[in-house]
């Protein structure tokens, strides 16, 4: 356990206690929450405030580590796979709980019983599980995916049937025909009759209502006033097509001729915006009721999926190529389909993207029980670069570079000089940023020498340099 960890605060996989509380109810449901999700550590000796204050002198760890060892096992059900050591950060005694990601969910108290104890984590917070994530949970306790299941109740026609083979072979330049869709495994053949499945209505656009994509343009970087909004509806490929052309009607585009050839060049890589489209709607969740939204803002293109990352996989995991479908069919098909190339490269390859068109990456962010991606918009940047330069020529080479500051940058370091001795907490709360934001700003400024800190964890302030 490394120090800049803690520093990062408490999240998905992480939990500080000062000391275990005598109380079980007040931290046995974090550990259920872990062994639902991704797993986790619970640190006992460190603060909410991300202080190390360890273990006291007093204590005596190996009944410390019976205790919770006890609790869990009577406690929890099903059996909780975890781990507890001790390990020594800034010389003082700290104590991990491991909780590892299990495959036999939904965990819970058994007091409580399977509706009122089962518990996830979102973000930082531990709270119990509604029923659509409750049947999620059984659905993975049996290896099932919500896409597969019947949908006996949508009726199976000639003429849907002829849509889907008519739109899928002219996507993927191939014959695509009823054998193939049920080798997809999107209609079930049951005795004589043919069962649709929760993909085939997706697919076909006939699943539910909230199963759209909400695109808006605002104005401004705030949510409050439309220019533009616009629901898509009907068939899921053609509402990614519908989205898509919707952003690119709303960022800025410009005409390289090279010869007698005229190329539409965007200001953001057009095959980064396609990809997030599409994995916003193969890998939402489709038991919420809500629906994708696609919104643009003067700085960012900002796209929103219901649901958290799915199971055991964290968002830094997802960044570095590992995938867990939440959605079976739906990828699969989209495979086939060329719509995406590969399951787990989407991530990889949408920054890859970027890096050729030399425009920084989205960020990705878990938002509660959204998955969110913001890629913010280099004409922006430069509009407000060149406004600034304007009122003043005479500004010197180190304020110059602090104008090339992303708009979170510019909103941090606001706040710091107004405050030296501010926190990370009230930075979350004065930029309305989010906290990996934070410590992302914070660590880029510091890389750029604009901002140093000095002085203790505890007791130190922020110095602008620039």
């Known amino acids: 356990m490394?120090?800049?960890?803690?520093?990062?605060?408490?999240?998905?996989?992480?939990?500080?206690?000062?000391?275990?509380?005598?109380?079980?109810?007040?931290?046995?449901?974090?550990?259920?929450?872990?062994?639902?999700?991704?797993?986790?550590?619970?640190?006992i000796g460190v603060s909410n405030k991300r202080e190390v204050v360890g273990i006291a002198q007093d204590t005596d760890i190996f009944a410390l580590r019976d205790r919770i060892s006890d609790t869990i096992g009577q406690m929890c059900e099903p059996q909780i796979m975890f781990d507890i050591y001790q390990e020594s950060v800034e010389d003082k005694?700290?104590?991990?709980?491991?909780?590892?990601?299990g495959n036999d969910t939904p965990y819970f108290i058994k007091s409580l019983g399977k509706e009122n104890g089962t518990f996830i984590r979102l973000n930082a917070t531990t709270r119990n599980a509604d029923f659509t994530t409750l049947d999620e949970l059984e659905l993975r306790k049996k290896r099932r995916y919500?896409?597969?299941?019947?949908?006996?109740?949508?009726?199976?026609?000639?003429?849907?049937?002829?849509?889907?083979?008519?739109?899928?072979?002219?996507?993927?330049?191939?014959?695509?025909?009823?054998?193939?869709?049920?080798?997809?495994?999107?209609?079930?053949?049951v005795e004589n009759d043919l069962v649709a499945t929760k993909a085939y209505a997706i697919f076909l656009g006939k699943h539910d209502y909230l199963s759209r994509i909400q695109c808006a343009r605002f104005k401004g970087t705030e949510r409050v006033h439309f220019i533009d909004k616009k629901d898509f509806e009907g068939p899921l490929l053609e509402q990614i097509d519908g989205a898509y052309k919707f952003v690119l009607g709303h960022i800025n585009?410009?005409?390289?001729?090279?010869?007698?050839?005229?190329?539409?060049?965007?200001?953001?890589?057009?095959?980064?915006?396609?990809?997030?489209?599409v994995n916003a709607v193969i890998h939402r969740n489709y038991m919420m009721s809500s629906s994708v939204q696609v919104a643009v803002y003067d700085d960012r293109v900002e796209i929103?999926?219901?649901?958290?990352?799915?199971?055991?996989?964290?968002?830094?995991?997802?960044?570095?190529?590992?995938?867990?479908?939440?959605?079976?069919?739906?990828?699969?098909?989209?495979?086939?389909?060329?719509?995406?190339?590969?399951?787990?490269?989407?991530?990889?390859?949408?920054?890859?993207?970027?890096?050729?068109?030399?425009?920084?990456?989205?960020?990705?962010?878990?938002?509660?029980?959204?998955?969110?991606?913001?890629?913010?918009?280099?004409?922006?940047?430069?509009?407000?670069?060149?406004?600034?330069?304007?009122?003043?020529?005479?500004?010197?080479?180190?304020?110059?570079?602090s104008l090339k500051l992303s708009d979170s940058e510019n909103k941090v370091l606001s706040e710091i000089r107004k405050d030296a001795k501010i926190t990370i907490l009230d930075l979350v709360s004065k930029t309305n940023l989010s906290e990996p934001t934070v410590n992302r700003t914070l660590k880029s400024l510091k890389e750029k020498k604009v901002l140093k800190r000095e002085g203790s964890k505890k007791d130190g302030f922020w110095i602008v340099e620039s």
């Not at 005694?93 to 491991?98: A, G, P, R």
């Not at 585009?253 to 489209?277: C, F």
């Not at 190339?341 to 959204?370: A, H, Q």
């Open 2 to 43: 490394e120090l800049s960890e803690i520093e990062k605060g408490e999240s998905r996989t992480l939990e500080f206690k000062k000391e275990l509380p005598q109380d079980s109810s007040k931290w046995i449901k974090s550990i259920v929450a872990f062994a639902n999700g991704a797993g986790g550590k619970m640190l």
């Open 93 to 101: 005694v700290i104590v991990v709980v491991e909780v590892f990601p």
């Open 146 to 189: 919500y896409d597969e299941l019947p949908m006996s109740e949508l009726e199976v026609t000639d003429s849907d049937i002829e849509y889907l083979c008519s739109d899928f072979s002219e996507r993927s330049k191939t014959q695509i025909t009823k054998e193939n869709l049920l080798n997809m495994h999107l209609i079930q053949k």
């Open 253 to 277: 585009m410009a005409i390289e001729i090279n010869g007698i050839v005229h190329d539409e060049i965007y200001e953001l890589p057009t095959q980064a915006i396609r990809e997030l489209i």
């Open 304 to 401: 929103s999926s219901p649901g958290s990352l799915y199971g055991s996989l964290t968002l830094q995991e997802a960044l570095r190529g590992r995938s867990s479908i939440r959605n079976k069919i739906l990828a699969s098909v989209c495979e086939k389909l060329n719509v995406i190339e590969g399951w787990g490269t989407g991530l990889k390859r949408i920054i890859d993207f970027c890096k050729e068109k030399n425009v920084e990456p989205p960020v990705f962010e878990e938002i509660g029980d959204l998955l969110r991606v913001s890629f913010y918009r280099p004409s922006y940047k430069n509009d407000h670069l060149s406004d600034s330069i304007n009122e003043n020529d005479s500004l010197n080479d180190s304020l110059n570079d």
